[in-house]
């Protein structure tokens, strides 16, 4: 623990290097819930989570247990999953449907899809007290803000701050992408998604998904070997292998190519790894779905729809979107070691089924726990933690490429090397202001 009062955040935070206790420390950690994820816009799911009326999803909101759910007038709702009466969680599971109203488990008080008190049993019981169905108090209470881009549903529970487009910013582009490459510009939810606790502190991850030195030395057995399948495939068919051993041979590209690729940090601590996976093999699935893009938008949209120079988005400081596989990963921290990860998909409506079989190919290969790729970065991030949290040294380094970055006059700061570390300086950049409640 620190021992002078928190946050005395200009003793953690160097321009080049950050204090252990960032990723250690309870107190630190209570700040972050209070000051950052309690207040701002987090995702709490997609609209086609909650397709009919009663339909409901529970989640997290920082320590907060909530509920989204879609109301009888098909708007979507995020209330905190609680009781007025004694405090008992309403839906019990992860999702569902609730009927045709929320009915408490303990003493039966049933609210409507929309949180209003339906009815109490025996209401006689509050005759003369200030509980009757017109207090506020009998109802469910809702999150202060909700809105949606693009059927990206987010709460804040805090009703000041930026609206969700501003807080989105240029990390927008992450579900335009997404539902610019659906033929019907919209996408649906594969309705399961991957749970996984790691155990580190939720900034190892967000740190991992732009650094661009670690895939070829973390998955490097795993990218090893399926280059080997590769080749092998080619030499005995002469056909080109299958496009998801290209997903796992693609993390051993040379130190050289990963350096080459950009990253675009933003002041939100947002950030945008640029460089395409190559999603266009010329064969007969992808070729159907080029002409259901071309139907469907004319040539030229579809083509810079289908060519936009994007690997990564993140949303700092719990989302990593891969926009061109319609890929998600959200974060909701439990302790300083703790955080739980949800991994979901997406499908492109309107697109063939083959395309939405490629998206389900690189969920299960790289994005799932029972991959090699996930589990070698969770190893990392484990020992990690452990490392963090012994009294070896006090300092973690971002000195790569310090100094050396492009800094624009709007507060974002471009790499000039793949695997500048300015990605994590920029993170912790915003994660100051945010601790300090400057955002
Ligand atoms: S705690 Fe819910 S009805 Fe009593
Ligand atoms: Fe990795």
């Known amino acids: 623990m620190l021992h002078e009062p928190i946050p005395n955040l200009k003793k953690l935070v160097e321009p080049d290097r950050v204090h252990r206790l960032a990723y250690t420390d309870p107190e630190i950690f209570e700040l972050e819930i209070k000051n950052i994820f309690e207040k701002i816009w987090v995702y709490c799911g997609h609209e086609s989570q909650v397709k009919k009326p009663g339909d409901y999803q529970t989640l997290t909101i920082g320590r907060q247990p909530m509920v989204m759910i879609r109301g009888k007038d098909m708007k979507v709702r995020v209330l905190y999953n609680r009781c007025p009466h004694r405090g008992v969680e309403l839906c019990g599971a992860l999702k569902g449907n609730a009927g045709e109203a929320l009915t408490c488990s303990y003493h039966s008080w049933r609210f409507h899809l929309d949180g209003k008190i339906e009815s109490i049993p025996l209401m006689k019981g509050y005759d003369g007290t200030r509980m009757n169905v017109d207090n506020p108090d009998c109802s469910m209470r809702a999150a202060a803000r909700v809105d949606s881009y693009r059927g990206f549903v987010f709460a804040s529970l805090s009703p000041d701050g930026p609206p969700l487009p501003e807080f989105l910013g240029e990390a927008k582009i992450a579900f335009d992408d997404m539902c610019d490459r659906a033929p019907e510009g919209e996408v649906e939810v594969v309705p399961y998604c991957h749970r996984v606790i790691q155990h580190s502190n939720w900034k190892f991850f967000m740190e991992n998904q732009l650094d661009a030195l670690h895939p070829s030395v973390t998955h490097q057995s795993t990218g090893v070997a399926a280059a080997w399948v590769e080749r092998e495939i080619k030499q005995k068919t002469g056909e080109?292998?299958?496009?998801?051993?290209?997903?796992?041979?693609?993390?051993?590209?040379?130190?050289?190519?990963?350096?080459?690729?950009?990253?675009?940090?933003?002041?939100?601590?947002?950030?945008?790894?640029?460089?395409?996976?190559?999603?266009?093999?010329?064969?007969?699935?992808?070729?159907?779905?080029?002409?259901?893009?071309?139907?469907?938008?004319?040539?030229?949209?579809?083509?810079?729809?289908?060519?936009?120079?994007?690997?990564?988005?993140?949303?700092?400081?719990?989302?990593?979107?891969?926009?061109?596989?319609?890929?998600?990963?959200?974060?909701?921290?439990?302790?300083?070691?703790?955080?739980?990860?949800?991994?979901?998909?997406?499908?492109?409506?309107g697109a063939p089924e083959a395309i939405y079989r490629r998206s389900l190919w690189y969920y299960n290969l790289v994005n799932s726990p029972a991959t090699m790729i996930n589990a070698d970065d969770l190893e990392n991030w484990t020992k990690g933690q452990w490392g963090l949290e012994s009294s070896g040294m006090d300092w973690v380094s971002f000195h790569r490429d310090h100094g050396r970055d492009q800094e624009n006059a709007d507060g974002s700061i471009y790499s000039n090397s793949g695997t500048s570390e300015a990605v994590m300086r920029s993170q912790f950049k915003a994660w100051t202001e945010y601790l300090a409640g400057d955002k």
């Open 240 to 349: 080109a292998p299958p496009l998801y051993y290209h997903y796992l041979s693609a993390f051993t590209m040379s130190f050289d190519k990963w350096d080459s690729v950009q990253t675009l940090n933003y002041p939100r601590g947002h950030g945008i790894l640029k460089g395409y996976m190559g999603l266009r093999p010329d064969d007969p699935d992808t070729n159907a779905y080029v002409a259901k893009m071309y139907e469907a938008y004319g040539k030229e949209k579809a083509e810079k729809f289908l060519s936009r120079d994007i690997h990564h988005v993140l949303v700092y400081p719990y989302l990593s979107v891969q926009s061109p596989l319609q890929q998600i990963r959200v974060l909701r921290p439990i302790a300083p070691n703790k955080t739980l990860s949800e991994i979901w998909h997406f499908r492109l409506k």
